[in-house]
Nanobody, 123 residues
Framework: VQLQASGGGLVQAGGSLRLSCAAS????????VGWFRQAPGKEREFVSS????????YYADSVKGRFTISRDNAKNTAYLQMNSLKPEDTAVYYC?????????????????WGQGTLVTVSS
C-alpha cells in the first residue's frame, strides 16, 4: 500500500494550493481518507476527512470555509483544495487512509499514511 501526497509549496498569504493524495495497493473506494498536518514543534493535527463515497466531509474549525476535501475513486486520488491560506497553515500535510472504525479525527485511527508534503505560507 502506498499513499503519495503532492502539491505542496511556497505561497503568499491569501493564496491557494491543491494537494493530491494518490493511492495504490488498496481498494481505494473502501477507505475513508483524512488529511492531517504537523507544524514544527507541534503534534500532528486533524485537518479534514471524507467518507468512502465522498458523500460526507469533515473539517477542523481552523480550516472550515477555506479548505475543501474531495476524492475521485476512479483515479484512486483524494484532494485538498486550500484557499485563503494563512501563515498559520504552514506545516507538513499528510494524507491517510482507514478502512473503517474509530474516530475520523484521531491520528491512531488510520491504517496507512503518505510521506507528507510541505506547505509554507509567507506573510
Amino acid at each position: 500500500v502506498q499513499l503519495q501526497a503532492s502539491g505542496g509549496g511556497l505561497v503568499q498569504a491569501g493564496g491557494s494550493l491543491r494537494l493530491s493524495c494518490a493511492a495504490s495497493g488498496l481498494t481505494f473506494s473502501t477507505y475513508f481518507v483524512g488529511w492531517f498536518r504537523q507544524a514544527p514543534g507541534k503534534e500532528r493535527e486533524f485537518v479534514s476527512s471524507i467518507t468512502r463515497s465522498g458523500s460526507s466531509t469533515y473539517y477542523a474549525d481552523s480550516v472550515k470555509g477555506r479548505f475543501t476535501i474531495s476524492r475521485d475513486n476512479a483515479k484512486n486520488t483524494a484532494y485538498l483544495q486550500m484557499n485563503s491560506l494563512k501563515p498559520e497553515d504552514t506545516a507538513v500535510y499528510y494524507c491517510a487512509a482507514d478502512d473503517g472504525g474509530g474516530s475520523r479525527f484521531r491520528v491512531d485511527t488510520y491504517d496507512y499514511w503518505g510521506q507528507g508534503t510541505l506547505v509554507t505560507v509567507s506573510s
